[in-house]
């Protein structure tokens, strides 16, 4: 068969001439397709002496094209499409134009004229709810679009110029406030019916309402709710809820009347103690440090007793971690106590370089053993090696009893250098100590050796050693607001001795020194109210406002014995340095010498008083302050002798996250002299 017929030859010829006819004109209509179909943001029109070039005679000659973006540049940052001109009180416009919807579209890279006029749309509604949240039910609001005016065609567009819409006006008359009518709490399950949650109830009543007549705002209802769940939670009932709660609006009375409803759900109690993760300690340990926080077996539930509980385990050393919690789920009746921990090494060694203003550069060694083989006590031993001070310790503890009393005991060796003195000392003590977290107490028996060298006088006057032994008793109270940050509260500190001196001659004497430091928000003192920005959550009732607060130190001691008495010189006192009297160096205030160094007295009195004031930036508060103060000090032989010396000056302060680091420039009126002070971290 032939598959090559003569009609169908033909028939394949014309195709192929027709074909070749067309190529032609087809190449040459591409490029005015091409450019048809380019998009607009990558060609640019022709300049006219280029449009009129043509391509087959000129054919190195190219259209223009608009550079593009190279993938590593950052994208420009938008510019705003319309601006917004609110008019409304000073009050509310900051809080309108802060929450405002329309902020979030306004520098919308596509955005368009339909799309801002649906937003416009919306925009009341938007402003009513916001109006709604600060008591104003019954606003007045007018919103309109003036549009731009038309600007001049450029030639050429580009990503981040795409026109401007115009400017969004809008109107608020607030209208009235609507003000608290009413606020009722009420309560079911447990804490309804039960005698021994009178109490509660009446704190939530008193403390998680709003007082009636004032003005309604959202951010005071969220916070009265949330502080009646957490004040129901805290004790007996860990799984209270909010069952109901309402807001009603009368915007014809502009009252509003408030409605909480909360469940207790069943009361909890504590039961059995459940320690994880403990390896190398005596679980026992755990359980007492447990119940001295409160959480006895058949007590009801605390929060803070739990957080106590934490607390006391955190810092007892023992562990790196803990973690107290109680599940009610099983059991409401006796919910066990779970304790899980992480402990640490039985062993520790720690090297550590500082330095401070008073003593110079500072190099310490620390050996820490958690549970000394035989007996199951801690010890800690540490060398420190400064300037003018060097220290050897040993401190042995036991671990605590059932009453939260530890047996201690310890030694150290010091030498000390002050101006030409120096003194060589060595101390022995044994006793109990009961720590918590705002009071300790302690009673010792103590022995003292000290010998003080002066080298000016060292040919002329002999350098006795001197001993006694002393039975004390310690006592420190602590009310501040925070450990680690106060700002208002108090601690009280005081010590009492009575003991003997040793050697040849022996005199009874008896020692006192007691401590006071005491912070007073001036906002609380002035009756100053303290706000927060205009529908914001209140601040904290401790928050100290743009005044700061004022902080008062004092310190005294006291000896009591015959003149004649050889009383080591580490029972008396000396003052000045960072912590005590600015402006002087460590110790540097004392009974003063003939050769004009001064030495330690029997009467010891102290007194600083600060203005410390928060640091303020664009309404947040920052964690820096400024300080003022004035110090003075005094050291004698005798109560009538006492002549204080006087530092003043200022300075700033950090909360960083391992305490307050303080520096401070102070001038020492007596001394005449300016000094720098460091210190890091608070005590008390």
């Known amino acids: 068969m032939n598959l090559f017929s003569p009609s169908r030859v033909g028939s394949t010829r014309l195709n192929l001439l027709a074909l070749a006819w067309l190529l032609p004109t087809w190449a040459l209509a591409q490029p005015e397709a091409l450019a048809q179909s380019a998009p607009t943001e990558l060609a640019a029109p022709l300049p006219p002496t280029e449009a009129l070039i043509d391509t087959e005679t000129e054919p190195s000659v190219k259209a223009p094209t608009a550079p593009r973006r190279r993938s590593d540049t950052p994208r420009p940052p938008a510019e705003p499409r319309f601006d917004i001109d609110l008019q409304a009180k000073a009050d509310l416009r900051d809080f309108l134009?802060?929450?405002?919807?329309?902020?979030?579209?306004?520098?919308?890279?596509?955005?368009?004229?339909?799309?801002?006029?649906?937003?416009?749309?919306?925009?009341?509604?938007?402003?009513?709810?916001?109006?709604?949240?600060l008591g104003h039910f019954s606003p007045a609001i007018q919103v309109g679009l003036t549009p731009a005016a038309p600007s001049t065609p450029t030639s050429t567009a580009t990503e981040t110029n795409r026109g401007h819409l115009g400017t969004v006006k809008i109107q608020v008359e607030a209208g009235p406030v609507t003000r608290i009518a009413t606020a009722n709490v009420y309560f079911k399950g447990d804490i309804a019916t039960a005698p021994e949650a009178a109490e509660q109830r009446e704190a939530i009543r008193r403390s998680g309402t709003l007082a009636t007549g004032v003005a309604f705002s959202q951010a005071d209802w969220d916070r009265a709710k949330t502080t009646a769940l957490r004040q129901l939670t805290a004790q007996r009932y860990p799984a209270g809820r909010i069952e109901n709660s309402l807001a009603d609006i009368d915007a014809a009375t502009q009252s509003a009347n408030l409605y909480i409803e909360l469940d207790s759900g069943p009361s909890v109690q504590v039961g059995a103690v459940q320690v994880e993760g403990m390896e190398r300690y005596d679980p026992a340990m755990v359980e007492r440090m447990v119940r001295l926080a409160g959480l006895t077996p058949g007590s009801d539930y605390d929060l803070a007793q739990l957080q106590a509980a934490q607390q006391r385990l955190a810092e007892s050393g023992y562990f790196d971690s803990v973690f107290v919690y109680m599940d009610p789920a099983n059991n409401p009746?006796?919910?066990?106590?779970?304790v899980q921990v992480r402990e640490t090494k039985r062993k520790m060694l720690v090297l550590g370089v500082g330095g401070s203003t008073d003593k110079g550069a500072r190099l310490s060694v620390e050996h820490t053993h958690h549970r000394v083989p035989g007996i199951g006590w801690r010890a800690l031993?540490?060398?420190?090696?400064?300037?003018?001070?060097?220290?050897?310790?040993?401190?042995?503890?036991?671990?605590?009893?059932?009453?939260?009393?530890?047996?201690?005991?310890?030694?150290?060796?010091?030498?000390?250098?002050?101006?030409?003195?120096?003194?060589?000392?060595?101390?022995?003590?044994?006793?109990?100590?009961?720590?918590?977290?705002?009071?300790?107490?302690?009673?010792?028996?103590?022995?003292?050796?000290?010998?003080?060298?002066n080298s000016a006088l060292r040919s002329l006057l002999p350098a006795p050693t001197e001993s006694s032994v002393s039975a004390n008793y310690a006592w420190t109270r602590r009310r501040f607001n925070d450990p680690v940050f106060p700002e208002s509260g108090y601690g009280l500190g005081v010590e009492l001795g009575v003991g003997t001196t040793l050697g040849d001659t022996r005199r009874p004497f008896t020692r006192a020194q007691t401590r006071w430091l005491g912070y007073w928000p001036i906002s609380a003192l002035s009756g100053e109210p303290r706000t927060a920005p205009l529908g914001e959550a209140r601040p904290a009732p401790d928050d100290t406002g743009r005044a700061g607060r004022l902080a008062l130190r004092l310190q005294g001691g006291a000896l009591w014995a015959q003149q004649s008495a050889p009383v080591p010189e580490t029972q008396l006192f000396l003052t000045g340095g960072d912590s005590t009297v600015r402006g002087y160096g460590l110790r540097d205030i004392g009974v003063p010498q003939a050769d004009g160094s001064v030495s330690p007295g029997r009467y010891l009195a102290v007194a600083s008083f600060e203005w410390q004031r928060p640091v303020w930036r664009n309404g947040v508060r920052s964690p820096w302050e400024s300080v003022v103060f004035l110090d003075a000090g005094a050291v004698a032989n005798m109560p009538s002798e006492l002549r204080p010396q006087w530092g003043m000056g200022a300075g700033m302060r950090y909360n960083s996250p391992v305490g307050p680091l303080q520096v401070d420039l102070a001038y020492g009126l007596n001394s005449k002299r300016l000094r720098l002070h460091l210190n890091v971290g608070f005590t008390f």
């Open 97 to 133: 134009l802060r929450h405002l919807e329309l902020q979030r579209f306004r520098t919308l890279r596509d955005l368009d004229a339909n799309e801002l006029e649906r937003l416009l749309e919306a925009a009341p509604d938007n402003l009513r709810g916001l109006l709604g949240t």
């Open 333 to 338: 009746q006796a919910s066990p106590v779970v």
């Open 381 to 453: 031993n540490k060398l420190q090696l400064e300037r003018d001070d060097q220290l050897a310790s040993t401190v042995w503890s036991a671990p605590v009893d059932d009453r939260g009393w530890r047996w201690i005991s310890s030694g150290q060796a010091a030498r000390q250098i002050d101006n030409f003195t120096t003194t060589t000392s060595q101390r022995l003590r044994a006793g109990q100590a009961q720590d918590t977290d705002d009071l300790d107490r302690s009673f010792f028996l103590q022995y003292d050796r000290a010998r003080a060298v």
